[in-house]
């Protein structure tokens, strides 16, 4: 499946080709993710397309600073987080909030214990 993807007032844009339709989707209890109400699906970096320039995406870190939450300078919406997996593979925590196409309450929704981290 292809899906496209992108912030509020479309500086950040982006492609991603998925092997699936995306049918599930992981609910972080984090500070940062129940604060910005991220869904997310975890996609390989190599399946996606950047389509914005690296220096137009602001990014912020915080606690281990492992994870590189990005979002839009202008409007703030945080389309994906980068980070790795436990192999050291590179991936993108991509929320499905921000993809076309993907309707979240349609999706099986997993929990995850972020803050305990």
Request: aromatic residues 8%; proline residues 6%; neutral net charge.
């Amino acid at each position: 499946m292809n899906y496209t993807g992108g912030c509020h007032c479309g500086r950040i844009a982006f492609d991603v080709e998925t092997p699936e339709p995306i049918a599930e989707a992981t609910e972080c209890n984090c500070s940062i993710c129940s604060k910005r109400g991220h869904l997310l699906a975890f996609v390989p970096a190599s399946r996606v397309n950047l389509r914005t320039p690296e220096s137009d995406i602001a990014t912020y870190t915080f606690n281990k600073h492992v994870i590189r939450h990005q979002f839009c300078p202008v409007c703030g919406i945080a389309p994906f987080g980068r980070g790795a997996d436990a192999r050291g593979n590179e991936m993108f925590a991509l929320n499905v909030r921000c993809l076309e196409g993907v309707d979240p309450h349609g999706l099986k929704i997993h929990s995850f214990d972020g803050r305990s981290l």
